[in-house]
């Protein structure tokens, strides 16, 4: 795995993904749910599928000319063979390497 800017946004990323590490998800839904413009999520999710972590498709034509409405296609996420633990391993990491707020415990590193 190549290294990646372990952002706050891309905590937010990793942690939803990882809801459901099997399960592949379109960018948009998943910046929805993290609560991330289109601007913000698809650069994360470019330099997660350049990290080796995801893998990209594009939605079958079929399953899209049947959309009601119309919609623009969709470019679906999901972990590479190792991308769910890796993604757990970077987390873990970045949870670890927090410095604690002033008057606070540090905080233990546990996997997620």
Request: charged residues 30%; proline residues 9%; without cysteine.
């Amino acid at each position: 795995m190549s290294g990646f800017r372990m952002t706050k946004q891309t905590q937010l990323v990793l942690r939803e993904l990882l809801q459901n590490p099997t399960q592949p998800q379109y960018g948009l839904a998943i910046g929805h749910k993290v609560e991330l413009q289109s601007g913000t999520i698809q650069p994360i999710l470019a330099r997660l599928e350049r990290a080796g972590i995801l893998e990209s498709f594009w939605e079958d034509a079929d399953e899209h000319a049947a959309s009601t409405p119309p919609r623009p296609r969709r470019r679906y996420y999901k972990f590479t063979e190792d991308g769910a633990e890796e993604a757990r391993v970077a987390l873990a990491r970045a949870y670890k390497s927090k410095p604690a707020r002033p008057g606070e415990a540090p905080k233990p590193a546990t996997e997620i």
